[in-house]
Every structure is written in C-alpha cells, then in structure tokens.
Antibody
C-alpha cells in the first residue's frame, strides 16, 4: 500500500540548515509528485513545495530563497533542505503524495528550532 | 496568494447531529478544493477533492459542495470518530494554501 515516512533531526539550531528525507513505498516517484507541507503547532498547514514526477520543482515563493527539494528515484526518496532556520520554522513537517492534492500523507516529523 | 477563510474555528455538536463547515477562497478556484481530516497520531486523511468528490473510503455521511469561492463540508449523522479537526485546501494555483482549520468537539 501507499506509504510515506519523513525522517530527520528533531532539533535544529537557529541559522542552521534543516535536512529532511521522505521515503515512499507503494508508488513510483516517476509517476506521482510529492509535496512538503509544514504545520506550526496550533496553526493551519503551509505548502512548501513540490517535486514533480518528471523531476521539475515548484516552491512557495515565501520560502523559495531558503528551500531546495530534490530526489533519488533509485532509493524512492525525496529530500528537503531549508537554510537559515529561525524559531518560527518550528513545527511538524509532512510529505504528501500529490494526485494533484495530497491524497496520502506521512505521519510527519516534529522539528524544533532552538539553541 | 489565494487566502482560504475557514469557519467556524470551533464547532460543538452531539453524535447523530449534522454540521457544516465553510471555506471561502479570496478568488475563484473553480472546484480545485480538497477537505482533509486530522487525527492525533495518524496521517492526515483526504476526504473530498474537486469540491464534492468523495475519496475512496470516505463514508457517505460526508459531502462537499460549492464552486468558485464558496465551499461547504457537511457531515450528517455524526459518529464519535468524526470529532476531530478538518482543513480545506485549494490546489488551483501556486502556492497551494490551506484554511486555518475547524475543530469539531462533542457537546
């Protein structure tokens, strides 16, 4: 069945770079796009960006200068890197399979930005 | 960016009752609107897409309506497992944006 699982550090220092991995199973990254979505505690989700099935990318303009999304199709993984982290980047980060909306979600990984 | 205004933020109802949640877009999004259900410790679940199409596995007591800027999620005959948080999201253009959520509580 379709599964997505996020992994990465739970704690990041301010000004440092966040690196997250989304490992997928049950579908091909060359057939479906994958998005990253984050959610601060108690707030609504924010779409961050997308890795298209053809390898193209799209980013939320609010984050574009700090964000990079890439993939390794041989490992069924999509990667997120975001630099210059601040405390308001704290939240739960999700990857979703897009069909074109998020028809499957990972359970998320909690990221805290703190010194 | 398209702003999604979701209301109410909190809603109290009893099992067996029906409720409606509103989602208004700041400009027309046709029917590119999805509804999600969030439960603690579980992956978010897509309930409805294209404004009114039930995702496979979504119980028939859920329904969606609307087009353009005004959308509604209706849940008939509430079951205990329905008392949780719901979000709308448009996917008409970049960036995709979400509503701020509605928490459905037991009265």
């Amino acid at each position: 069945q379709v599964q997505l699982k996020e992994s990465g550090p739970g704690l990041v220092q301010p000004s440092e770079t966040l690196s997250l991995t989304c490992t997928v199973s049950g579908f091909s990254l060359t057939s479906y796009s994958v998005s990253w979505v984050r959610q601060p505690s108690g707030k609504g989700p924010e779409w961050m960006g997308r890795m298209w099935y053809d390898g193209d990318t799209a980013y939320n303009s609010a984050l574009k200068s700090r964000l990079s999304i890439s993939r390794d199709t041989s490992k069924n993984q999509v990667f997120l890197k975001m630099n210059s982290l601040q405390t308001d980047d704290t939240g739960t980060y999700y990857c979703t399979r897009d069909g074109p909306m998020g028809d499957y979600w990972g359970q998320g990984v909690m990221v805290t930005v703190s010194s | 960016d398209v702003q999604m205004t979701q209301s109410p933020s909190y809603l109290a109802a009893s099992p067996g009752e029906s409720v409606s949640i509103s989602c208004k877009a700041s400009k027309s999004i046709s029917t590119y609107l999805a509804w999600y259900q969030e439960k603690p410790g579980k992956a978010n679940k897509l309930l409805i897409y294209s404004g009114s199409t039930l995702q496979s596995g979504t119980p028939s007591r859920f329904s969606g309506s609307g087009s353009g800027t005004d959308f509604t999620l209706t849940i008939r005959s509430l079951e205990p497992e329905d008392f949780t948080v719901y979000y709308c999201q448009h996917y008409n253009e970049y960036p995709l944006t979400f509503g701020s959520g509605t928490k459905l509580e037991i009265k």
